[in-house]
């Protein structure tokens, strides 16, 4: 059985910068792309960040670009996402999520459905 787990969330300044961490196990486990979603009290899980391996393509939600950076090591099951300038906007849960299926072709690197596998969760908390 595949298993996420993130860490590196905590309480920050706004302005100040994170990075947080996920790692994949599991004795079977690949996938063809791995992405960052946030979500809110109130709110729908936002995409974040994406992040395919067979090009290296990196995508990101128009509320974090040109502030947050994803990045990951396919051979090391590991995914990361470095944030910086946080805004008290930028407070939520975020979930690290794996495709295994390699289903965006047939939908987007930003739909929930494509990914299978989903972490539990990193608190991330914004002060202002």
């Known amino acids: 059985q595949v298993q996420l787990v993130e860490s590196g969330g905590g309480l920050v300044q706004a302005g100040g910068s994170l990075r947080l961490s996920c790692a994949a196990s599991?004795?079977?486990?690949?996938?063809?792309?791995m992405g960052w979603f946030r979500q809110a009290p109130g709110k729908e899980r936002e995409f974040v960040a994406a992040l395919r391996w067979r090009n290296s393509g990196t995508y990101y939600g128009d509320s974090v670009k040109g502030r947050f950076t994803i990045s990951g090591d396919n051979a090391q099951n590991m995914l990361y996402l470095q944030m910086n300038s946080l805004k008290s906007e930028d407070t939520a849960v975020y979930y690290c999520a794996a495709d295994s299926h390699g289903l965006a072709y047939i939908s987007s690197v930003r739909d929930r459905a494509i990914y299978d596998y989903w972490g539990q969760g990193t608190q991330v908390t914004v002060s202002s």
């Open positions: 599991g004795r079977t486990f690949s996938s063809y792309g």
